[in-house]
């Protein structure tokens, strides 16, 4: 990384999946106007493109050549993030459950997360940038101006998952979500490379029982207090 790089302004926001950082990530991203890196959906795409293109999840070389040559990007707009693969907006397609279960299993293949580190921190870019993800601020940007981590129940979860899923016509049960939400949490916070943990100088934010104004907010206003970002 640049020496110039390294001025631009990093926010990272992780936490375990269905806490809310990537509907707040993309929101506090368009409210300042910063580039979004989604890197969960870049685990999400390497596992769709493994698909796409035969390669079994037990390939480590096939998967890693895939991280290295994904041709993606994010577009933060209207509280919604476009994900593009290869020209195509595959927001909706690898949200499913059955990609997410995949993507978690290629997340924990030490050449993968090799692979994608380097294009991960090439998303630093002027004027500044949102990083949504589960190592942000742990191991991909440790020199991030602010480090959020978001935790929520296990069942506020699920909840919020079974709700996502019944608005796009997804049928789904609340057990089976829960048991799926338990063992992904085991699988991140126990992996050998960069487990899922709260940085020493994260600030933490319980979102079982706040809205996602509330935590956009509170995000925003501790950026303005570190003299980030005027309040919008």
Known sequence: MTASRAQHPVLTIDGPGGAGKGTVSRRVAERLGWHLLDSGALYRLTAQAAAKYGVALDDVAGLARLAETLDVAFIAEQGRANVLLEGEDVAQTIRTEAVGERASQVAAIPEVRSALLARQRDFRQPPGLV?????????????????????????????????????????????????????????????????????????????????????????????????LATQL
């Open 131 to 227: 990083a949504d993800g589960r190592d942000m601020g742990t191991v991909v940007f440790p020199d991030a101006a602010l480090k959020i981590f978001l935790t929520a129940s296990a069942e506020e979860r699920a909840r919020r998952r079974l709700l996502q899923l019944q608005e796009a016509g997804v049928d789904a049960s609340l057990p089976s979500l829960l048991k799926e939400i338990q063992a992904r949490d085991a699988r991140d916070t126990q992996r050998a490379v960069a487990p899922l943990k709260p940085a020493d100088d994260a600030v933490e934010l319980d979102t079982t029982e706040l809205t996602i104004p509330d935590v956009v907010d509170h995000i925003l206003r501790l950026l303005e207090d570190r003299g």
